[in-house]
């Protein structure tokens, strides 16, 4: 199998997309695991040692500073994180001939537009993290051969996420206040890794042409629905209410509308993610 002898490296190995990432692909070909530990990536010096020493087909890029409140507070360290990183793996590689695939976010758009947003409308983020997340893009370009994947709202059996911590405050209080004015789509990493895995064997059998590719569940819903919906699944004994962003304050701006429309990939690889409701279903059954 072809596959097989593709080296792949996946960044951010054991955070929530990087281990769900590392369990779908790691029987099919060869991965190399890196997190931080292994080498930080803002670290130009440890990162052209690391690179110097290793070579790559593929490199999947899931390595970020993705506290999108915190990074209000500390936005260097952000920028160096979600944008410098990918310089210096840009700089640690440069001639290589590896494609690099990096995870984007809904959050590099403002929300305004009143339908899905697909890969040609222009960014505009409105938070520290949107922001360094897309000149994390402009740098992911550098490369000769490049992917960014948009995707939106994860959740998945590692690390925290909006389903743990609706099933833990409902475990904790009888009423939640719940956003209705963000809509979104709630994205299952498992069936992200997936649709990963189906983007690279095309890669690999067809070609692929470098640029931008949402991959989301399908379907569109807001947070309130969506506590809803895991309340209903769990039958949890509790009351939630529809809130407006005004009335929870966070640091960071949210978008209004991030959904993203997986129109794109659809046509490239004929795979559609299963709807939202049914990803959390499944997430449910195995949590
Ligand atoms: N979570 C979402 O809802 C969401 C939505 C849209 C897009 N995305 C994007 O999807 C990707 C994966 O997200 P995720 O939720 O899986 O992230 P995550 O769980 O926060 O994991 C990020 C990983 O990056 C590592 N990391 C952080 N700083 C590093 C550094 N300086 N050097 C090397 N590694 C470093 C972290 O290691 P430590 O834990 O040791 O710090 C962690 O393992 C990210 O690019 C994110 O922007 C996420």
Redesign the pocket.
């Known amino acids: 199998m072809v596959e097989k002898s593709k080296k792949i490296l996946i ?10 990432l590392s369990k779908t692909l790691g029987s099919l070909f060869k991965a190399s695991l ?10 130009s010096a440890a990162v052209k040692y690391f690179f110097a020493r290793r070579e790559f087909d593929v490199i999947i ?7 999108v409140d915190k990074a209000q507070d500390e936005p260097e360290l952000a920028y ?3 944008a410098q ?1 990918v310089k210096n793996i840009f700089d640690a590689t440069e001639g290589s001939n590896c494609l690099f695939i ?6 590099v758009f403002d929300g305004a537009k009143p339908a899905p947003y697909t890969e040609e409308d222009t960014p505009r983020p409105i938070n520290v ?1 949107g922001q360094t ?1 897309l000149k ?1 893009e402009q740098f992911a370009r550098l490369f000769k051969r490049y992917l960014i994947i ?7 059996p ?5 389903v743990r911590t609706i099933l833990k405050k409902a475990s904790e209080k009888s009423v939640l206040d719940v956003v209705n004015d963000q809509v979104g789509s709630p ?1 299952y ?1 498992l069936h992200l890794a997936l649709a990963i895995r189906k983007l690279l064997e095309t890669f690999i059998n067809k070609g692929v042409p470098c640029g931008v590719y949402n991959i989301t569940n399908s379907g569109v819903c807001s947070w309130y629905t969506l506590a809803c919906r895991i309340a209903a699944l769990k039958k949890l004994p509790v009351e939630i209410r529809p809130i407006a962003s005004e009335h929870c304050f966070r640091k960071a701006g949210r978008p209004k509308n991030s959904a993203l429309s997986g129109e794109k990939f659809y046509a490239l690889t004929g795979f559609r993610l299963p709807r939202w409701q049914e990803a959390v279903e499944d997430y449910l059954k195995n949590l």
């Open positions: 960044t951010g190995a054991r955070g929530m997309l990087g281990m769900a890196l997190d931080k530990d292994d080498c930080d990536i803002t670290d890029h899931c390595a970020a500073y993705t506290a160096l994180v979600n990183g990096y995870l984007s976010t809904d959050y993290y997340k994390g948009r995707t939106s709202w994860l959740f998945g590692d690390g925290n996420n909006f994205t990493t």
